[in-house]
Structure formats: C-alpha cells, structure tokens
C-alpha cells in the first residue's frame, strides 16, 4: 500500500490505507526547548576554542579552512614519509632474535611447548641466580677482606673481631 496524502481539514495526514494511522499534533515549542537545552549542556563541556587550535582541530584565528588542510596533508606527508624511511631501516626479524629482542619462532613446534620451555628457562635462571646470591658474601667479610669500607672506628671493631 502507498502512502497517499489527504487533506483532513487545514492540516495534511497521510492515509496508510488503514484506519489508525495517527498524526502527531504536539506542538513544536516543546521540542525546541529541549533541543536548546541540550544544547546549552554539551556547549558547557565544549573544549575552548584556543585547546581546538592547540590541537590541530581548528585553524588558527586568521588563517584561512584551506591553508589549514594544505598545512595539514602537509604534515601527514612528513610523517607518512619519515615512518617508510624508519620503516625501511628497521633490522631483519634475525637479527632481533639474535639480540634477544625478539624470540625464535618455530612453526613446526607446538605453541604450548614453547611456552613451558620458556617457563623452564626462566625457573632455571631464578634457581641459579638464587643459589649465586646465597653464597655471596655479606658485608662483614666484605670490610674484612677490605672491598667495603665504611667509619674508621667501624672498620677496626670488625677487622679486629
């Protein structure tokens, strides 16, 4: 069924080919108001104007809508040319795991093993570094040996027992 215009009156409704078609009646004022209220509200937290220029949003005051954008595919062009040259000059991935940057990655091995030898590895650096520190000497053999130094009168009542 089309929606075909009708004039009831001064007003037109439209004629859905059903009989509850309602038109709305309410006046307009209403809803303007609560547009200029909520319009009032999101102007209160609008950033200022200077913090919009600051950021590159807006122009500047006397600038004109063109030179801004000229000034801003400008800039994209910098930095989209400065990342292809960085881009260009990073390492190979083998080098980065031969720098410890990034791991090695095998295909052809189960991603959980991988992950339980690196548990592994990382379970034995802490043992080790665990018993190293436990047979590190403390610091009164250290001012006995005379590595550590600290007051002269310190210094005699170790040394001396």
């Given amino acids: 069924a089309s929606a075909v215009p009708t004039t009831a009156g001064d007003s037109p409704a439209w004629d859905m080919g059903c009989a509850g078609v309602a038109v709305d009646q309410?006046?307009?004022?209403?809803?303007?108001?609560?547009?200029?209220?909520?319009l009032e509200k999101k102007l209160l937290v609008r950033r200022p104007m200077t913090t919009l220029v600051e950021q590159g949003i807006m122009p500047e005051y006397k600038t004109s809508p063109s030179l801004h954008m000229q000034k801003t595919k400008l800039e994209r062009a910098k930095m989209g040319d400065m990342l292809k040259s960085k881009i260009s000059h990073r390492p190979e991935r083998t080098e980065l795991v031969h720098r410890h940057i990034l791991e090695d990655f095998r295909p052809h091995v189960d991603p959980s093993l991988c992950d339980r030898q690196r548990q592994l590895k990382r379970a034995k650096l802490a043992d080790s570094l665990a018993s190293q520190l436990s047979h590190r000497p403390g610091p009164l053999e250290l001012i006995q040996k005379n590595i550590l130094h600290t007051d002269d009168p310190v210094e005699q009542a170790i040394k001396e027992g």
């Avoid at 307009?28 to 909520?38: A, F, V």
């Fill in 26 to 38: 309410t006046p307009l004022q209403l809803q303007i108001q609560r547009n200029r209220e909520s």
